[in-house]
């Protein structure tokens, strides 16, 4: 595994993932999820998404960008469950809460091709993803696009924190194993993936 790459398998029980589960059906009434497009081409991403907290990562026709606000209702994002800001808290080990939580919903067929995550200013923060529901096979490789790459089975209640050299490394998510878990009402894998955005003052 690359330096910074720190894997939790198992962190959460499942009574947590059930009451989490339970938490994000409450808030995604308020933020429903919407179908990002490609920028320039509009081509439809396989994953449908919502956002949790002041930020949320968008993307559209126009480019990938965070904003306040849902891009379809115009609300604000619904704030970030104390739930969910312990988990960062608790591996982390940066001092500042995160200011996004992108929720990715993986129905069917959906994956997510590699790629980095480059959008934020604050590299010196990790990246935090909570795996909730069917499992999943997750690739990363290194900092430049084309490199060696390795596969990893990320399930129900696996924390992965992406720190360091890590936080730059392409990743993406080959293929869903649909049928594999029964947590997520009607199936499929959701994932939560935090972050901080704006450097701190
Ligand atoms: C490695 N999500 O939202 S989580 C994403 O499962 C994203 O939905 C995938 O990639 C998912 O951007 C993968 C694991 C993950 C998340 C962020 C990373 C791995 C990462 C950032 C840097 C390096
Ligand atoms: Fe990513």
């Known amino acids: 595994m690359p330096p910074g790459l720190h894997y939790y398998p198992g962190h959460l029980e499942r009574p947590q993932q059930e009451a989490l589960m339970l938490l994000l059906q409450k808030v995604l009434a308020d933020a429903p999820a919407f179908q990002p497009v490609m920028p ?71 994956k997510m091709g590699l790629h980095q995550d480059r959008d934020e200013e604050e590299f010196a923060a990790p990246v935090v993803s909570i795996s909730l529901g069917d499992s999943a096979i997750f690739r990363i490789g290194g900092t430049e ?43 499929g894998r959701i994932n939560l993936t935090l972050r901080r955005v704006t450097r701190p003052a």
């Not at 449908?48 to 115009?74: E, F, I, K």
């Open 40 to 110: 320039r081409t509009g081509r439809p991403f396989s994953v449908r998404m919502s956002n949790l907290g002041p930020l949320g990562w968008v993307s559209d026709r126009a480019g990938y960008r965070y904003q306040p606000t849902h891009p379809d209702t115009g609300r604000p994002w619904p704030a970030l469950p104390d739930a969910i800001l312990a988990i960062w808290r608790a591996v982390s080990h940066y001092p500042h809460d995160p200011e996004a939580c992108l929720v990715n919903l993986y129905q069917g067929g959906a």
């Open 145 to 187: 696009r084309g490199g060696r790459t390795e596969a990893l089975k990320l399930s129900s209640g696996d924390v992965l924190v992406m720190g360091g050299p890590a936080r730059l490394t392409f990743h993406g998510i080959d293929r869903i194993h649909q049928g594999s878990s029964t947590l997520v009402p009607g199936g």
